[in-house]
Structures are given as structure tokens and as C-alpha cells.
């Protein structure tokens, strides 16, 4: 089965930067498009930014020019680069990846979830 383990949160001061990473790990055939979204309580989770497997990106306006995904297919591995980030940008970060398994079914899988917390 596969998994998403996220590292790389913690506690940062407002214009300063953290790096996330997710890693997949388990049998799969492929893995399309991931992607990072973020949450805080009592709201929705919101996407934050994703890309595809040839490294189309897509962002959140509100972190657009601050945030930069990457990925790195031959490890299943996507991080998310934050500079100047801001305390609205507190949240938990969720890492997501479309996951194609050994049948070609393709698999919603999400991670557990990353605490960045920005002090202002």
C-alpha cells in the first residue's frame, strides 16, 4: 500500500522559509500528478499548489511568487519550497499524490500532515 510521509515543518518568524518534503513509499505502477494543500481548524482544506509528472505547476494566488513545488520522479518525491512566508500561512500541509497501482486503478492517497507555524 502506499504511503506519504511529509517532513519539514516547524515553527518559523513571518519572511522566512521552511522547505516540505513528501516521500512515497510501497508498490505502485505510477504516480500522476501530486500536490500540496494546507488547513487550518474549522476551514476547508485549500489547495496550495500541485504538478504533474512533467512539471506543470499550479498555485494558490495567495502564494503565488512565494512558493515553489518541485518534484523528483525517480525518488516519488515533492517538495514545496515557502520563502516569505507570512503567519496567514500557519496551517497543517497535507501532501497528495495521484497513485496508478499495479491494476492501472488510480488512488486518491493523502499524507498526515505536515504543522508550519509562522510567528509574527
Known amino acids: 500500500q502506499v504511503q506519504l510521509v511529509e517532513s519539514g515543518g516547524g515553527l518559523v518568524q513571518a519572511g522566512g522559509s521552511l522547505r516540505l518534503s513528501c516521500a512515497a513509499s510501497g508498490i505502485a505502477f505510477n504516480i500522476n500528478d501530486m500536490g500540496w494543500y494546507r488547513q487550518v481548524p474549522g476551514k476547508q482544506r485549500e489547495l496550495v499548489a500541485t504538478i504533474s509528472t512533467s512539471g506543470s505547476t499550479n498555485y494558490a494566488d495567495s502564494v503565488k511568487g512565494r512558493f515553489t513545488i518541485s518534484r523528483d520522479n525517480g525518488k516519488y518525491t515533492v517538495y514545496l519550497q515557502m520563502n516569505s512566508l507570512k503567519p496567514e500561512d500557519t496551517a497543517v500541509y497535507y501532501c497528495?499524490?495521484?497513485?496508478?497501482?499495479?491494476?492501472?486503478?488510480?488512488?486518491?492517497?493523502w499524507g498526515r500532515g505536515t504543522q508550519v507555524t509562522v510567528s509574527s
Open positions: 497528495h499524490a495521484d497513485v496508478v497501482n499495479i491494476v492501472r486503478t488510480i488512488m486518491n492517497v
